[in-house]
């Protein structure tokens, strides 16, 4: 989500959109699915066809490397046909076409044949695969001549996927390639879209915006159904209260205390654009105020405190399970989608910046703050 | 599976096992399954309870953090029995017995309480989470005055797990009390288990290895079911062969180019103690012969040759899947675990150091370097 974020705040090319292409690398059938689900709230389009299937989320893929590896120069087609056009004659003009307008003397017949046969099962989705052999001396030129064969019996080719190499100089390349067909030849060849793949991350998605690109799709899988820099979740849940009464855990590790009693949250906004804070209070607290001085405290620095003027507050905690029954509904992955991309939407840039990014701080209120310290000092003897 | 080998050969505690506790860390419920089901190839017990009974893998777990702080000094026990026993008044009594023999001024009562209520519910499964307030301030006695009260009506204490702070001292301060308070009650808790978790990964028990430790048991959770230095599993499958000819996926980058052909695969000893190295040749051609000289070649540096002779051969490549069925009957997990462990006996300690391991090397038959430099030639115009 915060990739997609980034992506498109900092992107050259403001209309790129990213898919889920991790399948192959979940954690089982059920990760991946739970993968794909979530990370629908970030991207557009999932390669996984089972989730597709169960969330309806649009779906994107091409073909594979095998797919193509498994053509030889030696075999025919099964069929010439492509509807009741002669496909493989309008293929062999189109060859010949483009082989006189660019250099063409290294491209590979057998990916080829492999295009011409995905064109015939695919013609509405022909988005193909391009860097099998070489992307810009053999891929780019097949994938235009059975681009052209299709356009020319009335179908609307997709694009072009790679998957190695220096994506953005090929990537370039392959838009120039495009601009110059659709000039020569007067088709639309210059929206055609432009997929990358290949171990897409953050940091690779930083450096190809930062300079001059044509992606249209970023495909990301590993990085993204198995994350490279947190592999688990590093959150916890504590008991805090029972009956009434706070239930504290000290440990000999300050970071796997908890938080004791029963709280509510609110997040402030100081202004009306970017949220300010969150702060946390006793259960039974008074609420803070709008334009009304609040003082908040952070406990675990030296208690520091903060005094600010909330111009809008939004309560944050609700209880979800009570008596084993849940008392609200899940929205559906359209829902959650719009509704986490509107909270991102609310913080400030400085807490997403991949180097050094701002803390985004969590406050308490004054009596928190007290009750909290008694309890310190009622247990700190063990601590001595 | 690596760790619990170092572990087993570096650790000064000869005796010490792993238990996989990643459940809730897992990517979902079958992450989690896969989880535990291969963790025991290394790990010798599991906390997933429902691993356990489909696998049936022994379970060992403890209590939660907060099933002891949801007690406080308030309330009493539901009843003061265990079996027919006043549980209860033998507690006192040995309350006053370990408070004579050690300083127990801050030990935390509701604690005490939480450990007796657990032993009543799991007197044959008593083993204590020990550092909810303090591990040797306050936990280490509750644990011991309950173990002695069960001890005493017969039942046979576990031992303790400890979930934060300095495991190496605090663990060698616990095994020091164990052994003191055996020679001063005779009673034989120098046998007690001491158990480790917390984020335990290969780096921290080196650390703990590097000294003198007396850790019976490591719990390994997130570093085990989700792995931080490699999330995904970083293998690639590629078509070879189809149809008789070969498939060459060349691309852009030299690591994700194929092994075009049908091959087959020997691991080779030159002695008889340690795999020497994995040797690949065609599939027709005449395999390694014991005794006789072999040329084997890394095609990858610069065509390296290395003359061996083996003295012991293994044929390591076998068919699985032929026509949609599986030609292969799977191990059951102990004998998974029994060959995993033992085709790690095969490799030498340098291939698993955690720094600077040394590769174990895979050569290639004089036959198939030939046809791959063919192909590579006939292919690299493409590359130019």
New interface residues.
């Given amino acids: 989500m915060q990739g997609n974020r980034e992506n498109s705040k900092g992107s050259h090319n403001e209309e790129s959109v990213s898919t889920e292409f991790g399948c192959r690398?979940?954690?089982?059938?059920?990760?991946a699915?739970?993968?794909s689900k979530y990370s629908f709230c970030g991207c557009d389009f999932t390669s996984n066809v089972y989730a597709s299937y169960l969330y309806d989320i649009p779906i994107l893929g091409t073909m594979s490397?095998?797919f193509?590896?498994?053509f030889?120069n030696?075999e025919k087609l099964i069929s010439n046909l492509l509807d009741n056009h002669d496909f493989v004659s309008i293929i062999n003009k189109n060859k010949n076409i483009v082989h006189k307008l660019y250099d063409c003397k290294?491209t590979?017949e057998s990916e080829l044949i492999a295009f011409s046969a995905f064109a015939q099962i695919n013609p509405k989705n022909f988005i193909c695969l391009i860097?099998?052999?070489?992307?810009l001396?053999?891929g780019i030129y097949n994938f235009l001549i059975v681009a052209l064969s299709l356009y020319e019996i009335n179908y609307k080719p997709i694009g072009i996927r790679i998957?190695?190499?220096?994506l953005r100089s090929?990537t370039n390349e392959c838009k120039n390639i495009f601009n110059d067909i659709s000039q020569k030849l007067n088709v639309p060849f210059n929206q055609l879209k432009i997929c990358v793949s290949?171990d897409i991350n953050q940091k690779i998605i930083n450096y190809l915006n930062e300079e001059q690109n044509h992606i249209d799709i970023f495909a990301i899988g590993?990085n993204l159904?198995?994350?490279?820099s947190q592999?688990?979740?590093g959150l916890v849940y504590?008991?805090v209260q029972?009956?009434n009464?706070p239930?504290?855990?000290?440990?000999?590790?300050n970071k796997?205390s908890?938080l004791p009693y029963q709280k509510n949250v609110y997040r402030i906004y100081t202004d009306q654009q970017f949220a300010t804070l969150d702060y946390i209070q006793l259960y039974n607290e008074q609420p803070p105020i709008l334009n009304q001085q609040t003082i908040s405290i952070n406990i675990h620095d030296e208690w520091k405190q903060t005094i600010i003027i909330p111009k809008k507050i939004e309560q944050k905690l609700c209880l979800i399970w009570k008596y084993g029954k849940s008392l609200i509904t899940f929205k559906n992955i359209y829902d959650l989608k719009k509704y986490t991309q509107s909270e991102i939407n609310n913080f400030k840039n400085e807490h997403f910046k991949t180097v050094s990014p701002v803390p985004y701080p969590v406050l308490f209120s004054d009596t928190y703050h007290k009750v909290y310290k008694d309890l310190l000092i009622k247990?700190s003897?063990?601590?001595?």
Same sequence: chains 1, 2.
């Fill in positions: 690398r979940a954690q089982g059938p059920d990760g699915l739970s993968g490397h095998s193509i590896s498994s030889h030696t290294y590979n860097d099998t052999y070489d992307t001396k053999s998957d190695s190499g220096d090929l290949n590993t159904i198995t994350c490279q592999p688990s979740l504590k008991l029972i009956n009464a239930c504290f855990k000290m440990t000999n590790e796997k908890n247990n003897h063990i601590n001595q």
